[in-house]
């Protein structure tokens, strides 16, 4: 498990989350100032100073409650709201579409390209807001620093440890159906075309060599695809020509997107129930939490804009019954967590929880900036 994976996953996942917002806001006809809004609170939310020193910090993956739970307070660090249902489908959308990024990249190191096309989708989102475009570039110069010197055994690590992440999310998407990229039990097809790993060759010769290491014969084999030789190398600056697709908006021409629960998912989720048995990492996670919380000032709701909310789905009647038809396994719910007990060690945490109100509902009264993105983690 490689322990340099957290902040890539978060990023693609993130800028995922903003493509499929972007798209709602505008089916929903929401006015241009609030969709903006929208937009800039999230976006600076998650590139928050504090938080990416502690995201770019070496460490282990969160568990994949506590990273839904990050999301699900991302998503609602401005004005707008969406229900369970529309959240659940929200997160679904996200994390399917960059598992199969994640399994199309040609070489590991190239889910760095994909992770650039998502940095680069959303600076265009904040062009016009110069405070919050600064931030998204500390973050393509942490992204640069941390991963250009890796090797591609390192890169072949991170890509392992993000498909042990998906392995069991198996979410029908309409658009991978529609464009049979995805079968109907929820798993993706690989392509036998295309372009191959820049640095490769075209598979389909065999070349012999002497002890001497003259090349003395020549075999060819049908490779059983379509493949064809890269053009070039993506660029891995700041700025540059990607090449590859993957990681751009899907969602930029309109098409209505729907999720579907497989059989296959349904049955592994009734394998993989909360444990009684305390998590070894809960710890870690509440102390991470308690340093990123730490450091940052808790604004208080003022006057705020008037909340609205958007859905994933088509109509009310969709949406209630994709809340009644989600099954029980697949549910985040609120794990309450006493960090009270050890008062010298967990001063600082609690001070902080007692700053925040309970509210067991999404409610739509909210500060102008919206949570610091750890902040939205008082649900663990």
């Given amino acids: 498990m490689s322990s340099r994976t957290l902040p890539l996953l978060f990023i693609n996942l993130g800028g995922e989350m903003l493509y499929i917002l972007d798209q709602r806001l505008r089916a929903q006809n929401i006015p241009a100032d609030k969709a903006k809004k929208v937009m800039n609170d999230i976006i600076t939310t998650m590139f928050n100073k504090k938080f990416l ?11 994949k409650k506590a990273l839904r739970t990050v999301f699900d307070r991302l998503a609602h660090a401005s004005i707008m709201r969406l229900n369970q249902a529309s959240m659940d489908k929200l997160y679904d959308l996200m994390t399917m579409a960059f598992k199969y990024q994640v399994l199309l990249c040609p070489r590991p190191k190239d889910i760095l390209l994909v992770s650039f096309n998502h940095m ?10 110069p405070s919050i475009l600064s931030q998204v570039d500390e973050t393509y110069r942490q992204l640069i620093e941390m991963y250009t010197p890796l090797s591609s055994g390192e890169f072949q690590l991170i890509r392992q440890t993000l498909l042990i992440f998906f392995q069991d999310m198996h979410i029908r998407v309409s658009i991978f159906l529609k464009d049979k990229v995805q079968n109907s039990n929820g798993r993706f097809v690989l392509p036998t075309s295309g372009p191959v790993p820049h640095g490769t060759q075209v598979p389909g010769l065999i070349r012999m060599f002497s002890c001497t290491g003259e090349e003395f014969t020549r075999l060819k084999f049908n490779n059983g695809g ?131 109100t309970e509210s067991g509902d999404q409610s739509p009264s909210v500060s102008n900036k919206g949570d610091d993105l750890l902040a939205m983690m008082d649900g663990l």
Avoid: C
């Fill in 120 to 129: 680069d989708a959303i600076k265009d989102f904040v062009k016009d807001t």
């Fill in 53 to 63: 020193e502690e995201l770019f910090k070496p460490q282990e993956l969160y568990s």
């Fill in 226 to 356: 379509n493949y064809t030789t890269a053009l070039r190398e993506g660029s891995f600056d700041i700025f540059g020509d990607r090449v590859t697709k993957l990681g751009t908006n899907m969602y930029s021409v309109s098409r209505p997107v729907e999720t579907h629960m497989s059989g296959t998912s349904k049955n592994s989720a009734q394998h993989t129930k909360v444990s009684a048995a305390p998590n070894p990492l809960a710890k870690e996670e509440l102390n991470l939490l308690a340093r990123l919380m730490g450091g940052l000032e808790v604004q208080k709701p003022g006057n705020a804009d008037t909340g609205f909310r958007i859905s994933l789905f088509a109509t009310d009647e969709e949406e209630e019954e994709a809340l009644i038809s989600r099954p029980d396994e697949l549910s985040y719910g609120v794990i309450n967590i006493q960090a009270t007990k050890d008062q010298q060690a967990n001063a600082e945490l609690a001070k902080i929880m007692g700053e925040f």
